[in-house]
T-cell receptor, first 112, second 110 residues
Framework: KAGVTQTPRYLIKTRGQQVTLSCSPISGHRSVSWYQQTPGQGLQFLFEYFSETQRNKGNFPGRFSGRQFSNSRSEMNVSTLELGDSALYLC???????????FGNGTRLTVT | QKEVEQNSGPLSVPEGAIASLNCTYSDRGSQSFFWYRQYSGKSPELIMSIYSNGDKEDGRFTAQLNKASQYVSLLIRDSQPSDSATYLCAVYTGGFKTIFGAGTRLFVKA
């Protein structure tokens, strides 16, 4: 069974630009969660989607948004990039309620 | 108070010893508990899930849960240098959100 696939693996953007990250979950997994990981803050929850509905959102500014498609694939978007947005962005899928998360390889975003 | 707390370490143990990693959580309603291992430059990988009080063993790994004390631990027996990584405690608190601790760095000395 294929794992969680995230694209692209690396991104370098300039302040003020926007970026879109993509995530394909494990087949059969309908829940997709996004996390931001930085050395100082650890893994911070961004949002969770299930059947195209955002069910929870973390404490991030509105510049961070996401969506999920009918095939469970998900995208997250960050607009008006700031230097502090430089991080590893991790997508994880699960079967849903109470189930463990399975992570993709992540997208490393660098904002210059 | 952080929702999930772990000692950041580093925890250093000799090869063959038992490594003991601890985690406390603040939400009494937490339902599911997970341990992940993360090697430098890689993404977290699931090691263990535990849902009820007591011990759960899987190979060299044992997870222990005490909901009354809001405490979960991971024991690694016969530690190997390849076990050197950061170990993340994660708690499903409900509300479709899993919260992670900051992680404990483990070094196993050959």
């Amino acid at each position: 069974k294929a794992g969680v696939t995230q694209t692209p693996r690396y991104l370098i953007k300039t302040r003020g630009q926007q970026v879109t990250l993509s995530c394909s979950p494990i087949s059969g997994h309908r829940s997709v969660s996004w996390y931001q990981q930085t050395p100082g803050q650890g893994l911070q929850f961004l949002f969770e989607y299930f059947s195209e509905t955002q069910r929870n959102k973390g404490n991030f500014p509105g510049r961070f948004s996401g969506r999920q498609f009918s095939n469970s694939r998900s995208e997250m978007n960050v607009s008006t990039l700031e230097l502090g947005d430089s991080a590893l962005y991790l997508c994880a899928s699960s079967l849903g309620f109470n189930s463990p998360l399975h992570f993709g390889n992540g997208t490393r975003l660098t904002v210059t | 108070q952080k929702e999930v707390e772990q000692n950041s370490g580093p925890l250093s143990v000799p090869e063959g010893a038992i490594a003991s990693l601890n985690c406390t959580y603040s939400d009494r309603g937490s339902q599911s508990f997970f341990w992940y291992r993360q090697y430098s430059g890689k993404s977290p990988e699931l090691i263990m899930s535990i849902y009820s009080n007591g011990d759960k063993e899987d190979g060299r790994f044992t997870a222990q849960l005490n909901k009354a004390s809001q405490y979960v631990s991971l024991l690694i027996r016969d530690s190997q240098p390849s076990d050197s990584a950061t170990y993340l405690c994660a708690v499903y608190t409900g509300g479709f959100k899993t919260i992670f601790g900051a992680g404990t760095r483990l070094f196993v000395k050959a």
